[in-house]
């Protein structure tokens, strides 16, 4: 959490459009405020019901859940501080392609596209 102007911290809300053809394509986004960064490090807790009960403050049967944390980097902060490799290598142990390869494909679907709406756009 990075600290604002007024000394109250700013804490990220992950948020999901409604529609489904809309801005974000169904990627969920962080509105971020005036004066603040997008925060290079997400703390998220995974939460999963266990299938056992314990009871609830008036006897009544509650779901046991296990939470566990979880940490979502800004691939674009890596890649600016690692070397080609060790970006790499994050990439890979991701199940990501590496990023000649991602770049390469990538190339080839703009492509496809420029030539499916005609424009005569070199790369």
């Not at 979880?70 to 392609?97: F, W």
């Not at 590496?98 to 496809?112: C, D, H, Q, R, Y």
């Amino acid at each position: 959490m990075k600290e604002s102007g007024n000394n109250t911290p700013w804490v990220p809300e992950i948020h999901y459009e409604e529609a489904d053809d809309g801005m974000t394509s169904n990627i969920p986004f962080i509105s971020v405020p005036d004066g603040q960064d997008m925060p290079l490090l997400l703390y998220i807790f995974e939460s999963r019901e266990t299938g056992e009960f314990e009871p609830g403050p008036e006897g009544e049967e509650l779901p046991v859940t296990e939470i566990d944390l979880h940490q979502y980097a800004d691939m674009a902060a890596l890649k600016e501080k690692m070397s080609y490799d060790e970006y790499n290598n994050v990439r890979l142990a991701l199940g990501l392609e590496t990023l000649a390869s991602a770049t390469e494909k990538g190339k080839a679907i703009s492509s496809n596209i420029r030539q499916n709406l005609g424009a005569d756009i070199k790369p």
